[in-house]
């Protein structure tokens, strides 16, 4: 149905997926985001990250309105968004993010539940990636300074 989609943004279907059974069909705003989720998809996957940004704010938003801020699909929602944030570069804003989908998958679907286990597992993810991405700084930032220091000593043993 979607082989056209990353891998991904697949995966961001397949957690919706197990989540569509548990709401109203009949709610216009919640078929609103669904189809919203839909076309967010699709705009991610095209590397338009930041439209979809707004549009996964949207369908979050809805879904908070309707369903509380309790509630399955919300944890979902935050998923869906950290993966957004972290197509961007944006892992600072993600992380919170990360936690309330970890922290509300489990408590709504429960913590052996797969989709909880994903969210979860793409958190760590997430997590390896960013530590990685911290070091790689560091390293950076420490061979930047000891070239610096090289280059003062070098030009103090000319004088």
């Not at 549009?55 to 809805?62: A, D, G, K, N, V």
């Not at 990685?132 to 220091?149: G, M, T």
């Amino acid at each position: 149905m979607f082989s056209n989609l990353s891998e991904k943004f697949k995966n961001i279907f397949s957690i919706t997926e197990v989540v569509e059974a548990d709401f109203d069909k009949d709610d216009p705003l919640l078929l609103e985001a669904a189809d919203l989720l839909t076309a967010a998809v699709l705009i991610s996957d095209r590397r338009h990250h930041t439209e979809a940004e707004s549009l996964y704010r949207h369908i979050l938003q809805i879904q908070m309105d309707v369903l509380g801020d309790n509630h399955s699909m919300i944890a979902v929602s935050y998923f869906n968004l950290a993966k957004n944030l972290v197509a961007q570069s944006r892992l600072d804003e993600a992380e919170p993010l990360y936690e309330l989908a970890v922290t509300m998958s489990e408590a709504t679907f429960g913590r052996q539940h797969q989709t909880a286990i994903a969210i979860s597992g793409s958190y760590l993810g997430f997590l390896q990636q960013k530590t990685l991405r911290e070091l790689a700084s560091d390293l950076e930032r420490d061979k930047k300074k000891a070239k610096d220091e090289a280059a003062e000593r070098e030009a103090g043993g000319k004088w």
